[in-house]
């Protein structure tokens, strides 16, 4: 999501005190995917959750970031899982092939479970890019997935915050 398409009013995060949160980790690229780590991580402990309500399986690359997710909803029921990768484009179409497959796997694996599953994955073009998204210029995406998680998360438990009623 671009920032500047961001809602202009920053969320509020709920009460992230009764949820279980998965996090899976790429561990390529790893100085970017450990500073999105420590911004999911930090936004989470902001709103609550226990640091033992977060489960972290850090895994080799982005490709196996859908694997891992589903190793973590196996282990222990989680609220939400956040999947946390950096995809940096190079010179063939590589980057694409894993981008896309990673984002399908990660969309098929939450619908058919019903819980929240985040793509916390940056698909950049140049490391700069990357870098200025993890913490940089453009702040920190792992803390926005953390955000979402949240939100979905309250919104799974029956907690719908934002439901208005219509009519009369």
Known sequence: MASKHAPSNPPVLPDGKPFKIGIVV???????TNALLEGAKSTLLSAGVLLEH???????????LPWGARQLM???????IICLGCIVQG???HD??????????????????GIPILFGVLTTTSYEQARDRAGGTYGNKGSEAATAALQLAQIKSGDKPDKKKIGF
């Not at 977060?54 to 196996?64: D, K, Q, R, T």
């Not at 282990?75 to 939400?80: E, G, L, Q, T």
């Open 26 to 32: 790429s561990r390529w690229n790893e100085d970017i």
């Open 54 to 64: 977060i489960e972290v399986l850090f895994i080799p690359g982005s490709f196996e």
């Open 74 to 80: 196996k282990a222990d029921k989680k609220d939400a």
């Open 91 to 93: 010179e063939t179409k």
């Open 96 to 113: 694409e092939y894993i981008a896309t497959a990673v984002a399908n796997g990660i969309m098929q694996l939450s619908i058919a479970s």
